[in-house]
């Protein structure tokens, strides 16, 4: 049995991501090498010609956050303020308000980085939106690991740029670094504090209850089966599960495709690989309109890496595949077309990866 002596990050529950700066930045924090920062400000900025005359809520008598403009002595300058490094585990909704009024103001942007390295701006509004404060939203994807608002100025002047009352529709995690295997940690006072864990995703799937942590693909045009015994197409497909039981296995109807550039995929969550696995799993291809089976990775920037590859008619047995997954953070897809209607069912079964550490979302 293999026994990582490995420590990952473990969760503990924000609840500061929503801020309405009435008392201070909540989890959020200025980034140190901006050569201008983000302010708290109430009622007016110094500035009258842009800013609001008070913060978003009905009395306006609370707090905000600001950009000076006349801290701006070049147009290239960007305040940033981010949030801490978050676990999204679904895709989560953040609400909030801006308000840009003056001639000079220059852009708002919200810019998302994942856990992949990579960013991307996800929302902008560029010089005067009018008096009063607007609402925006942002959706954070599954691999986002934390929040940017940006803010810049176009003039030195009737530049202020203000945000208020960020809202989200279910509060993440904030990523610390502590073991994973510890879930209850004993505090000097004698409590105990019970911390929400990463989810352990599983590969391993025979498809006998569901199709475990594997995914349908809800946009392509044919589906995987869950089938057990023989497959409907007496001139293809298998007779039994690889197991050679009455269990399950996962079955493309090839009667079904209606033409041969219609496919079914099957997705697993993003997992991340931190050295290299083995991933092993059983496909039956028999039939004379046999397709393509294939097994490639999907990248968190949307571009794809072929794996695995089987085209045709491949014989009356179940075969074993073995793929080598590389270092990385990725999504594993399986596809699957027929190059007829007729005598094309594919099937597979029993995916299983290498004995190794526990695979975190």
Same mark, same amino acid.
Not at 109 to 129: F, P
Not at 165 to 194: C, G, K, N, Q, W
């Given at each position: 049995?293999?026994?990582?002596?490995?420590?990952?990050?473990?969760?503990?529950?924000?609840? $500061?991501?929503?801020?309405?700066?009435?008392?201070?930045?909540?989890?959020?924090?200025?980034?140190?090498?901006?050569?201008?920062?983000?302010?708290?400000?109430?009622?007016?900025?110094?500035?009258?010609?842009?800013?609001? !005359? =008070?913060?978003?809520?009905?009395?306006?008598?609370?707090?905000?956050?600001?950009? !000076?403009?006349?801290?701006?002595?070049?147009?290239?300058?960007?305040?940033?303020?981010?949030?801490?490094?978050?676990?999204?585990?679904?895709?989560?909704?953040?609400?909030?308000?801006?308000?840009?009024?003056?001639? $000079?103001?220059?852009?708002?942007?919200?810019? &998302? #980085?994942?856990?992949?390295?990579?960013?991307?701006?996800?929302?902008?509004?560029? =010089?005067?939106?009018?008096?009063?404060?607007?609402?925006?939203?942002?959706?954070?994807?599954?691999?986002?690991?934390?929040?940017?608002?940006?803010? @810049? @100025?176009?003039?030195?002047?009737?530049?202020?740029?203000?945000?208020?009352?960020?809202?989200?529709?279910?509060?993440?995690?904030?990523? /610390?670094?502590?073991?994973?295997?510890?879930?209850?940690?004993?505090?000097?006072?004698? /409590?105990?504090?019970?911390?929400?864990?990463?989810?352990?995703?599983?590969?391993?799937? #025979?498809?006998?209850?569901?199709?475990?942590?594997?995914?349908?693909?809800?946009?392509?045009?044919?589906?995987?089966?869950?089938?057990?015994? +023989?497959?409907?197409?007496?001139?293809?497909?298998?007779?039994?599960?690889?197991?050679?039981?009455? %269990?399950?296995?996962?079955?493309?109807?090839?009667? %079904?495709?209606?033409?041969?550039?219609?496919?079914? +995929?099957?997705?697993?969550?993003?997992?991340?690989?931190?050295?290299?696995?083995?991933?092993?799993?059983?496909?039956?291809?028999? =039939?004379?309109?046999? $397709?393509?089976? +294939? &097994?490639?990775?999907?990248?968190?920037?949307?571009?794809?890496?072929?794996?695995?590859?089987?085209?045709?008619?491949?014989?009356?047995?179940?075969?074993?595949?073995?793929?080598? &997954?590389?270092?990385?953070?990725?999504?594993?897809?399986?596809? #699957?077309?027929? #190059?007829?209607?007729?005598?094309?069912?594919?099937?597979?079964?029993?995916?299983?990866?290498?004995? =190794?550490?526990?695979?975190?979302?």
């Amino acid at each position: 049995m293999y026994k990582p002596l490995l420590f990952f990050n473990l969760l503990i529950a924000v609840r $500061g991501l929503a801020c309405n700066f009435d008392n201070g930045l909540c989890e959020w924090f200025t980034v140190q090498d901006s050569t201008v920062t983000w302010k708290l400000g109430s009622g007016t900025t110094k500035d009258p010609s842009s800013g609001p !005359d =008070g913060d978003h809520s009905d009395t306006g008598n609370g707090q905000y956050l600001y950009i !000076d403009g006349h801290e701006f002595i070049n147009s290239t300058f960007a305040a940033e303020i981010r949030s801490p490094d978050l676990y999204i585990l679904d895709n989560t909704t953040v609400s909030f308000w801006y308000h840009m009024n003056g001639v $000079g103001v220059g852009e708002l942007r919200v810019v &998302l #980085a994942d856990r992949y390295g990579g960013t991307k701006t996800v929302w902008t509004k560029s =010089g005067r939106q009018g008096p009063g404060w607007h609402q925006a939203q942002v959706i954070l994807e599954d691999i986002t690991a934390y929040i940017i608002f940006q803010g @810049t @100025t176009r003039l030195h002047y009737s530049s202020d740029i203000a945000i208020d009352d960020i809202t989200v529709s279910r509060e993440p995690y904030e990523l /610390t670094h502590s073991p994973l295997f510890t879930t209850t940690v004993t505090m000097p006072t004698t /409590t105990t504090a019970l911390f929400p864990v990463l989810p352990i995703i599983t590969l391993d799937c #025979a498809f006998n209850a569901d199709t475990c942590s594997w995914i349908q693909d809800s946009a392509d045009h044919l589906d995987w089966h869950r089938w057990y015994g +023989r497959s409907p197409d007496l001139t293809s497909g298998p007779q039994v599960d690889h197991a050679n039981t009455t %269990e399950y296995y996962l079955l493309l109807k090839g009667h %079904e495709a209606h033409s041969g550039n219609w496919t079914a +995929r099957l997705y697993s969550p993003h997992i991340s690989i931190n050295s290299p696995r083995n991933l092993t799993f059983w496909y039956h291809m028999n =039939g004379a309109g046999i $397709g393509n089976l +294939r &097994l490639y990775k999907e990248n968190a920037d949307g571009s794809k890496e072929e794996l695995f590859v089987r085209k045709g008619r491949q014989g009356v047995s179940w075969e074993q595949a073995s793929v080598n &997954l590389p270092v990385g953070f990725y999504k594993l897809v399986f596809e #699957a077309d027929a #190059a007829r209607h007729y005598s094309s069912d594919l099937a597979i079964d029993d995916i299983r990866l290498q004995d =190794g550490p526990p695979l975190i979302g």
